[in-house]
């Protein structure tokens, strides 16, 4: 995936007649996809409904979920698409939110609170240390806290892991389409500028990140930076270089006329067969909400 690229248009014009609904030497409607072109509709759906559902599920479904979702990585050509500097970003966050769930968890049941120091018992009791705990927690509260910031941890995983297999299996400007067709009943003809907005969205993101990545390598090679120093300079490296591409992508976007609402038309074929899986993946995710706990 090329960051530094503009939006993709979803067929080129001189396809020999792959596209739906263009006879060979004609080109293709601006929404139009190849007929073998995953349905991004099908994505959307199947992320929104297991997005949810991971934070209903319960441990056996969780691992049903990361399996399948490891296995879509490992057999398919999204595995050759992540990054490292992806993966440790993510890492780092899930682990900041494992401990902090851990340390709420350990703080959480009520206890008697602690006469203040110098008034046992007397009528000025209840001051500043009265709701502080000096106790360590016990092995139950532990095993508790341990349980219950571990499956924060891998519902935190799982929701990023959906969240790269849709950003990296089909492309913004799919994924723009796709949210016109399922906004238009909603908003009607100005269902487009949503939908650019996310595509755009979808696609500063990894430039994002990659530039965040780059910035700090060159900031590490030129010698150590005080953290202080650092926290600031990185930031506005990051903003100032964005917001020169920015002003590329925008030019991108007027040249190739994706700012009129013509060019956000959705063309769907119907494929059956893949609706009807993706229907019973939902009702597969919906139906392991019953597992036991």
Known sequence: MQHNAPLPTSAPSSAPGPATGSLPGQAPSPGALHRDAPDPRLHLLLAGCYGV????????????????????????PLRRRLRPGMLRGHAWFVLVWVVLRFALACLGPAAEPVSAIGNEGGAGAGGVFDGLRFAWPDGPLLAHAARESALLGVRLALLIGIGLALALAASPRALGLALVWLLRPVLGARAWQPALGVALMVHFLPMAQGTFTQISRAADLRGPLPLRRRAVLLPAAV???????????????????????????????????????????????????FLPG
Not at 53 to 71: F, Q, R, S
């Open 53 to 76: 559902l991971v934070w209903h599920l319960p441990p056996l479904g969780l691992a049903v979920v990361a399996a399948g979702l490891a296995g879509l990585f490992a057999a398919s």
């Open 239 to 289: 903003l100032r270089i964005l917001g020169q591409r920015t002003w590329t992508q925008t030019v991108a976007v007027a040249a190739r006329g994706l700012d009129r609402p013509e060019a956000w038309r959705p063309d769907f074929p119907f494929r059956p067969a893949r609706w009807a899986m993706a229907l019973l993946l939902v009702g597969l995710g919906v139906g392991m909400t």
